[in-house]
């Protein structure tokens, strides 16, 4: 069965003191890496793809990275408005009409 | 540009009661259509799928139904809700393929 699980649960940072997300995935011939970003009551906000190991996707503070077991969302030099859940999603081969397998997420928090 | 609404954002009804959530999309034609549950917790869970009209898909057994009369329209409903049907439930699209989906902002329901 595929996998999908994100570490840490939660993570509390100081302003300005960058981190990183994992996602380690168990699934055969993936088809593409997805992170998301969540904030309270709203639906999931689409942030990067990823297809390959060893690509690498950027936007302002957020890098997204893959290795061929797992994923991590660099967060360098975070902001109060960073925080969010974050969520890892993965798209293996044959799924019903391209369906998505989700991590928990990991619960960020951005102190001022 | 394309975009996705979902009502209502909340809703709370008795257990037993009919249930009739919609998901409009604009924007974009013959997407894949989704409907996902999210609990407290928990990552989403892919509940129904659909490739085109009057198709549908479910990914697991339960007490609620899916429709798509049209093309960028698609329903989720019960005929007697139960106390686990409480949940938020998100609606999303997408072009197909290894491509990200996109969320509508999600229904809160809660059962009684």
């Known amino acids: 069965e595929d996998q999908v699980t994100q570490s840490p649960e939660a993570l509390r940072l100081q302003e300005g003191e960058s981190s990183s997300l994992n996602c380690s995935y168990t699934?055969?011939?993936?088809?593409?890496l997805f992170w998301y970003r969540q904030d309270p009551g709203k639906g999931p906000e689409f942030l990067f793809t990823?297809?390959?190991a060893g690509e690498e996707k950027e936007k302002e503070r957020l890098k997204a990275t893959l290795t061929k077991k797992e994923s991590f969302l660099h967060i360098t030099a975070p902001k109060p408005e960073d925080s969010a859940t974050y969520l890892c999603?993965?798209?293996?081969?044959?799924?019903?009409?391209?369906?998505?397998?989700f991590g928990k997420g990991t619960h960020l928090i951005i102190q001022p | 540009s394309q975009t996705i609404h979902q009502w209502p954002a909340t809703l709370v009804q008795p257990v037993g009661s009919p249930l009739s959530l919609e998901c409009t999309v604009e924007?974009?034609?013959?997407?894949?259509l989704y409907w996902y549950r999210q609990a407290a917790g928990r990552g989403l869970q892919l509940l129904f799928y659909?490739?085109?009209?009057?198709?549908i898909s479910s990914e697991v057994p339960q007490n609620l139904s899916a429709s798509r009369p049209q093309d960028r329209q698609f329903i989720l409903s019960s005929k007697k809700l139960l106390l686990s049907d409480s949940g938020f439930y998100l609606c999303?699209?997408?072009?197909?393929?290894?491509?990200?989906?996109?969320f509508g902002d999600g229904t809160r329901l809660s059962i009684l």
């Open positions: 999303a699209w997408s072009p197909g393929g290894p491509r990200p989906q996109h």
């Open positions: 699934v055969s011939g993936l088809r593409g």
């Open positions: 990823l297809y390959s």
């Open positions: 999603a993965v798209q293996p081969p044959g799924g019903g009409a391209d369906g998505l397998t």
């Open positions: 924007g974009t034609s013959n997407p894949n």
């Open positions: 659909s490739v085109g009209i009057g198709q």
